[in-house]
């Protein structure tokens, strides 16, 4: 395959604040050249399983990562997350909640629901920028996903 069509790390995102933080944050480190960002729910579950030009199926994607929002528009990140566990083609992708959310339904419901890691986001920049750059290292290059 192509590796200029690999996404590698998957931002669900609606704060384009927060994008620009994760973004900057994946970069220092080099490990944003194949981030792919949705900013809500329902063009993140189109991205996997609708007919639009970045639907996984048109493009034989698989992100080694979903970083995913909870507090989404359309569809929000609980309904995202149930929708990638309950299908057989995306059920082992790591997610990784990154929230504002520290509520403990939330947190509860995440886990329930299937999610490997769930971060809640620090205010602070550069507590943030460490955090997202200590994600994606650990994910893209630590972790070992089932083949």
Not at 16 to 35: C, G, I, K
Not at 98 to 122: C, F
Request: charged share 25%; aromatic share 6%; glycine share 6%.
């Amino acid at each position: 395959m192509d590796q200029t069509h690999e996404v590698e790390i998957l931002l669900v995102e609606d704060s384009p604040e927060d994008v620009e933080l994760t973004m900057r944050a994946l970069t220092s480190r080099h490990l944003a050249n194949q981030l792919f960002v949705c900013r809500d729910g329902a063009e993140a579950i189109d991205f996997f399983f609708g007919a639009g030009p970045n639907a996984l199926r048109e493009i034989g994607v698989t992100p080694k990562v979903i970083l995913l929002d909870l507090k989404l528009p359309k569809v929000d990140g609980l309904e995202v997350l149930r929708r990638l566990r309950g299908d057989e083609r995306t059920r082992t992708i790591p997610v990784v909640v990154l929230t504002s959310s520290a509520e403990e339904p939330d947190i509860a419901a995440a886990y329930r629901l299937g999610a490997n890691s769930y971060i809640v986001k620090p205010v602070d920049f550069e507590a943030f920028s460490r955090a997202v750059s200590d994600l994606g290292l650990y994910w893209l290059l630590l972790n070992q996903p089932p083949r």
